[in-house]
Nanobody, 124 residues
Framework: QVQLVESGGGLVQAGGSLRLSCAASIRTFNTYAMGWFRQAPGKEREFVAAINWSGGSTYYTDSVKGRFTISRDNAKNTVYLQMNSLKPEDTAVYYC?????????????????WGQGTQVTVSS
């Protein structure tokens, strides 16, 4: 049974930083690409960042480029999202997801497993 468990969310002032973690109970974790998504109230879930199986390639949505960094530690079955210079518009529930197939990183339908999410709130 695959489980993804996010942690590290919380309340932070604008300009602050948070580091999200996602621990995966996947035996073959190093064969999965991992993504971070977010969903604000009343909005659809949107792509934030993704990283390929080795960590050698990363992808970001334009609004977080230069502020967020995705990384992974395959020895610990964990993916991270370092979020700096946070803005109130970054407020959302953040989800990590895993996908096996060589498909586009952006669409949510391409991901096989999802975590339960962690709340990030940025105050102005």
């Amino acid at each position: 049974q695959v489980q993804l468990v996010e942690s590290g969310g919380g309340l932070v002032q604008a300009g602050g930083s948070l580091r999200l973690s996602c621990a995966a109970s996947i035996r073959t974790f190093n064969t999965y690409a991992m993504g971070w998504f977010r969903q604000a109230p009343g909005k659809e879930r949107e792509f934030v960042a993704a990283i390929n199986w080795s960590g050698g390639s990363t992808y970001y949505t334009d609004s977080v480029k230069g502020r967020f960094t995705i990384s992974r530690d395959n020895a610990k079955n964990t993916v991270y999202l370092q979020m700096n210079s946070l803005k109130p518009e970054d407020t959302a529930v953040y989800y990590c997801a895993a996908k096996r197939a060589y498909s586009d990183y952006v669409p949510t339908v391409n991901y096989d497993y999802w975590g339960q999410g962690t709340q990030v709130t940025v105050s102005s």
